[in-house]
């Protein structure tokens, strides 16, 4: 009989499964940059994996709630709240599906290295930054096509990867404060480290927009 292929739910949780945290349990620098400068409120993380950027949230007064597929990635999240003494509501579930999407909810919603096929990306975009309150922002850190190469992680497929033209299509309905891409040294486990090229994006609504997305 043949075996079947792995699924990316299965290589991610292969990933988490081990004690080590395979991107640290510090959070990304540019999401602790962006969420300082904010005050607490709620806040909704997609492809949250082990959690370190949800438990530091938590940890500076925000009601977080953490999104992704590996149920590994939850159990890892969890112990790290419980050992930092933290809350989270984190849900199993598929990004595509959208069923995680609260029109009008969050104060900010965080995308930090939540690489999707473009169909998928566009409609899980679109359903993030419906997902934002009223003057909420969003928050994204990702590989762009040129970390092709390099060994300090990410997609090995270009269309996985995120250039700020295409973001900038992706969050019309938001105005964007900055998006563009750089060269960085990633500080991130042992999966993220090195020079790296990515792509980051800071957004707000409009506190007059009528946003909406339907399912």
Known sequence: M????????DFWDARYEGETYAYGTEPNAYFRQQLEALPPGRLLLLAE???????YAAKRGWQVTAVDFSDEGRAKA?????????????????????????????????????HLAPADRRAVHAAATASLAPG???ILEAFSPRQLGLPSGGPKTAEML???????????GLNLLENHALGVVLHEGSFHAGPANVVRLLGVRDSSSELTYCI
């Open 49 to 55: 994996g082990e959690g370190r950027n949800a438990v």
């Open 136 to 138: 909420g922002y969003l």
């Open 162 to 172: 995120y250039e700020p033209a295409t973001l900038a299509e992706d969050f019309d």
């Open 78 to 114: 969890l112990r790290l709240a419980l050992a930092q003494g933290v809350r989270l509501d984190y849900q199993v579930a598929d990004l595509t599906a959208l069923g995680w999407q609260q029109p009008g909810h969050y104060d900010a919603v965080g995308l930090i290295y939540a």
């Open 2 to 9: 043949e075996a079947l292929a792995p699924t990316a739910v």
